[in-house]
């Protein structure tokens, strides 16, 4: 479709604002905010593990964020007004950049009550609850997570896997997790670097165009896999596909409702590329019923000794309460972005399995053209066949011949159907 002057005019306005929106967010860094330094895990093991961490209001206020929180949301608010005069009431992608304004206006007012109960609340509108359900009369997201847990009780007791040999060291992991993405990313394309850090608490981070494996961490070939996968394909993947947008550049930024369904994404991509594993499934379920636990009251010795109680180690088992507990006081109310994980994974499931039945096959690829939302995928199909989205340019395989992922939907679809308890029962006499 030929671009016309006043066409010109309106993708370069676009544009701008686009541009505004990205630098608008570029110092709201949510987890270098609400994180616990490493002083803190030390007195905590130094007290024997028996009392609170010592993180206060007051922790947090001798911590202060990189921006003035009231600045930001102005400009934040200024930006929104501008788009709607700009682009009017009802243009769809002046919608979708009103919203992120909107969203990350709650990102700051979250990061702004730090330690104080207001920040759990915001972040549940942000993230999401346990409590949760996807519609009237189905189970929450801690069932879920409760659900998980009795399958791989099962799974425990039939004694047939052991855990994966952790034989590579974090130099071998990152010469063979960079072999395996400079094949996926070719370097006439993007190079796409791996690295070592000292500096995370997970054993692996994303970023733009890296990935960054702790320094102090082994890994399993099975592993090398996921990440490639999860934190590679997915992750750096959408990233790199918003990047590309010569328009819609807010496409390689996310607010909170964009992690939802990319982490939602990248489960899902898991276990379509079968490098999920038993152990992989507990670890995502244990953080739902740890968010649970402190929805519930709990605090952090409490949740600490949950995961105690599954063998977890003790420095994983800190690192992973203090990630429920972020943001918060150790007998607060939790950060609830682990359950975002599950949450993603079910709404996009959801979203793939209508678009197969619905026949709109076009759509399913278009979660990866950027950090996307399941909201926008309508007006994201519209925006490309207007010309202002660029299809991905990177695409598991999985999703670039949509053909076998639609096969096994359609089997999907109806194997859902089936009640598995009175198949349970059937079966019986040959299990």
Known sequence: MPVTANGGDRLQTIRELSERLVAAQKPIRILNAISWDDS???????????????????????????????????????????????????????????????????????????????????????????????????????????????????????????????????????????????????????????????????????????????????????????????????????????????????LSKGPPSSTVTQEGLAILMENLAFVGHPERVRRVSNRIRAVDLAEQGANFLEVFHFFRDKNVPEQEAYSLTARVFRGSLPDGQPFTKDVSYSKGFILVYNFIQLAVRRGKLDRIPLLFCGKTTLEDMRTLNHLVEEGLVQPPKFLPPQFADLQALTSWMCYSGFLRRLNLDQIEAEYSSIL
């Open 40 to 250: 803190i895990r030390d007195a905590f093991f130094a007290g024997g593990c028996k009392q609170l961490p010592q993180v206060d209001r007051g922790y947090y206020e001798a911590r202060p964020l990189e921006f003035d929180a009231k600045e930001k949301q102005r400009e934040l608010f200024d930006l929104d007004l501008a788009i709607r005069q700009k682009l009017g009431d009802y243009s769809p992608v002046g919608g979708i950049m009103r919203r992120m304004c909107r969203e990350y206006e709650t990102v700051v007012r979250m990061l702004d009550a730090r330690g104080e109960p207001d920040f759990s609340r915001f972040s549940q509108e942000l993230y999401g609850s346990s409590t949760e359900v996807f519609y009237q009369g189905e189970p929450t997201l801690a069932d879920f997570g409760a659900r998980m847990a009795d399958a791989l009780a099962n799974i425990d007791r039939s004694d047939k896997f052991q855990p994966d040999e952790k034989r590579l060291t974090s130099e071998q992991a990152v010469e063979e997790l960079q072999r395996r993405l400079s094949a996926y990313f070719p370097a006439d394309q993007h190079q796409v670097r791996v690295m070592l850090s000292d500096g995370i608490i997970s054993d692996a981070a994303a970023g733009s165009d890296y990935i960054k494996l702790r320094q102090d961490a082994t890994f399993s070939e099975r592993d090398i896999r996921l990440l490639e996968v999860h934190e590679g394909w997915v992750h750096v993947g959408t990233t790199l596909n918003g990047l590309s947008q010569p328009v819609c550049t807010f």
